[in-house]
């Protein structure tokens, strides 16, 4: 009888013992599937959607004239004309640096031509694009010569800031011109600057 007892009391704590075990191990598995879960979770959740750095963009621009690599030049957007001589390889020694204006800001597609000094003393100096102008200079995209400003006038092909003041003065003393052809009495304007300029330019509104 004694010895049943023992057996009885020994069957029971190895019962209790392992359905201890089992409990524990089951709430260790449903912590883990828990666990799990909320890590999928939070991944599907804060997964991080690719996006476009703003300002990553970058332009093509043609650098030409007296620089020493002219070429096609990619550049970021937002970049100075000083940027892009710089990437052509700089000015050669006989370019008009003061005849440009490096600070001006790219847009894709343009035309940097920085001239020589002998073009600008000639007259024959260009710039790549035309630049930017006022509604009161241009009408249908030419350049009014009489309410053009100084700035305006110097977009013209060999017209330079001398020039454009002699513009400038004649038109203040003379009330304006009549017709292009009248720009040749201005100092310094012969035919050939004319003929250059002819049809980039008007003098009244729609012309």
């Not at 440009?100 to 003393?121: C, F, H, M, W």
């Not at 020039?163 to 052809?181: C, D, L, M, P, W």
């Amino acid at each position: 009888m004694l010895l049943t007892l023992v057996l009885s009391c020994f069957t029971g704590c190895r019962k209790e013992t392992n359905d201890s075990l089992e409990s524990l191990s089951l709430e260790e598995s449903r912590t883990e599937e828990k666990r799990t879960g909320e890590v999928q979770g939070q991944v599907v959740i804060n997964e991080p959607e690719e996006t476009k750095e703003e300002g990553s963009e970058s332009i093509f621009v043609y650098m030409c004239g007296a620089v020493q690599i002219p070429g096609v030049y990619e550049i970021d957007n937002g970049a100075r004309v000083y940027e892009a001589i710089a990437l052509a390889g700089g000015m050669r020694e006989d370019a008009a640096e003061a005849y440009v204006n490096q600070a001006k800001v790219l847009s894709d597609g343009e035309q940097i031509y920085i001239p020589t000094e002998e073009e600008v003393r000639q007259g024959n100096a260009e710039i790549f694009p035309e630049g930017d102008k006022s509604a009161g200079g241009t009408d249908n995209g030419k350049v009014n010569i009489n309410t053009a400003s100084e700035e305006e006038l110097t977009t013209l092909t060999g017209i330079g800031n001398t020039r454009a003041k002699s513009i400038v003065e004649y038109r203040e003393t003379n009330g304006g011109f009549q017709t292009i052809e009248d720009l040749m009495k201005v100092d310094g304007i012969k035919e050939g600057v004319f003929e250059k300029i002819k049809d980039s330019i008007t003098v009244n509104t729609g012309s």
